[in-house]
């Protein structure tokens, strides 16, 4: 699997307006076809943010439930479902943050932001050690992944500190999180330095907000990531001027992993690198592997 990379597509977001792009999928129906449609275009995984009827974010476990439904309706897709703890600015109670991971067996991975930080002048972006302690035993409760978001190089500490205390679990899945004003600057040094120090065995990938997107994700793939992240969550633009789509941002994110020599790991592929059991689905997946697939 050393040759094979994961796509994850961020499609949503808590934020980002509807205003700065109107490709941005709001409601369950947008946000499931949204996520569909890059799957179809080459992303392993999708994570999953939702919205409120006014835009903003929301951890409603309803929504959550009707959105998956609504992917795994279409019976061709196997892609992994990776789902937010975080889905609110400041974030709501530890109950709401976890309640769709209790109750909604289909959810594969989910978002594990590794501590507490000022996120940009705006909010204190709010991860306790008592949350921290009671997501990550969750997460052991119900089967599900965490996505340990790393955004600066404390929160590596925190990570190894868990993981010795047994509330993590092996192989830690690492996404370095950089640009985020209050975390660590998007540069290629500095994500040098987080792979440098992360925990033994990790898989990781990385991903650059706005215009730095683009180099962290040649500088991810140049020092032997095992994914990147791309979607209007993290970045608006395509390029000067132009409004992104996910599907623009998912094909062009398989170019890229292309021309450095690699191949995008199909859902399946992604499962096997996490550590995530396989998907059970209809004799229409394999069809679909069968002619080529992503």
Partial sequence: MSNKIMITAALTGA???????????????????????????????????????????????????????????????????CCTSSGTYPPVGSAERMAHFKSIPEIEMGSYDAGTFNWGCDVVFDNTPQFLT?????YQEYDV??????????????????????????????????????GMEASVENLQYLVRHMPEGSIWSAFGIGKDHMP?????????????RVGLEDCVMYSKGVKATNVML??????????????????????????????????????????GGI
């Fill in 145 to 182: 992944k965490a996505e340990l978001e790393i955004f600066d190089m404390g929160m590596l500490g925190n990570v190894k500190h868990y993981l010795k205390k047994g509330v993590l679990q092996t192989p830690p899945y690492c996404q370095f999180v950089l640009g985020v004003l209050g």
């Fill in 134 to 138: 009671e997501l990550g035993m969750c």
């Fill in 15 to 81: 934020v980002t307006p509807k205003e700065l792009n109107d490709s941005i999928p709001l409601t369950p129906e947008e946000i499931a076809e949204d996520a569909y449609q890059c799957w179809k275009a080459g992303a392993s995984i999708v994570h999953l943010h939702m919205r409120d009827e006014a835009g903003k974010g929301s951890m409603d476990a309803a929504r959550f439930r009707k959105t998956i439904e609504l992917l795994r309706a279409y019976e061709d897709c196997d892609v992994v479902i």
């Fill in 250 to 291: 998912v094909e062009r994110a398989v170019r890229v992993v292309e021309a450095f020599g690699k191949a995008v790991a199909t859902p399946a592929e992604a499962r096997k690198i996490l550590g995530i059991k396989q998907l059970i689905r209809q004799t229409a997946l394999e069809e679909h592997s069968e002619i």
């Fill in 216 to 228: 962290i994700m040649y500088a991810a793939l140049a020092l032997g990531a095992n994914g990147i």
